[in-house]
Each structure stands twice: as structure tokens, then as C-alpha cells.
Nanobody, 124 residues
Framework: QVQLVESGGGLVQAGGSLRLSCTAS????????VGWFRQAPGKEREFVAA????????FNSGSVRGRFSISRDNAKNTVYLQMNRLAPEDTAVYCC?????????????????WGRGTQVTVSS
């Protein structure tokens, strides 16, 4: 098992930036891939970005490509989601998740540990 705690959410104006953090404890951090997902009210959960356990490969969804970037610091057991040029449609609860299997990075059912999420609100 791995425990995940997100932080860094908040209220920001359109065009602004936020950096989310996902800090893990429990399972060896270097053995897990980590993904970020988001869910807006009334909408299904959506994949945002993911990074492999070594940090050597990252994958972003088309809706955030060029604006968001994911990185990790294995020495701090933390994965970051840098979000730039935020828009109102980015408003959602952002959750990080961890998986140890080699399943696809953008499939939520592949992840077996989830954080509680952090709210991101972008005002127009």
C-alpha cells in the first residue's frame, strides 16, 4: 500500500499558474508510476498527466499538453504537476494516484492507490 497526499490547490485567475504536489509514503516510491486525474462537477474523471517510476517517461492528455507538466523528485517522494495558463475549464478536484503494474498510464482503473484530492478553481 502507498498513501498519497495532494497539496497546492486553490483559487487562481485565468491565465495564472499553480503547482500541485503529491507526496507518497508506504511503498517504495521508486517502484510506482504516478498519475494525475481530475473531476469537475457533473463530469467523469479525466486523465491529466502521468510519470513513470524512473521519471524517464511522461504523458499528458491533449487538453493540457503545452500548459501542464509533470515531474517527480524521488528523494522527496513527491510528484509535481505544474499548471500554467490555467483556464476556467481546468476547474476540478485534482487527485494523484499510484500504480505498480505496467498497465497504461492514462487508464484510471490501472491505479490502485488514490489520494483524496485538492480543489483547483480558476476564475474568469
Amino acid at each position: 500500500q502507498v498513501q498519497l497526499v495532494e497539496s497546492g490547490g486553490g483559487l487562481v485567475q485565468a491565465g495564472g499558474s499553480l503547482r500541485l504536489s503529491c507526496t507518497a509514503s508506504g511503498r517504495t516510491f521508486r517502484s510506482i508510476d504516478v498519475g494525475w486525474f481530475r473531476q469537475a462537477p457533473g463530469k467523469e474523471r479525466e486523465f491529466v498527466a502521468a510519470i513513470t517510476r524512473s521519471g524517464g517517461y511522461t504523458f499528458n492528455s491533449g487538453s493540457v499538453r503545452g500548459r501542464f507538466s509533470i515531474s517527480r523528485d524521488n528523494a522527496k517522494n513527491t510528484v509535481y504537476l505544474q499548471m500554467n495558463r490555467l483556464a476556467p475549464e481546468d476547474t476540478a478536484v485534482y487527485c494523484c494516484a499510484a500504480k505498480s503494474t505496467p498497465a497504461k498510464l492514462d487508464v484510471s482503473s490501472a491505479y490502485d492507490n488514490w489520494g483524496r484530492g485538492t480543489q483547483v478553481t480558476v476564475s474568469s
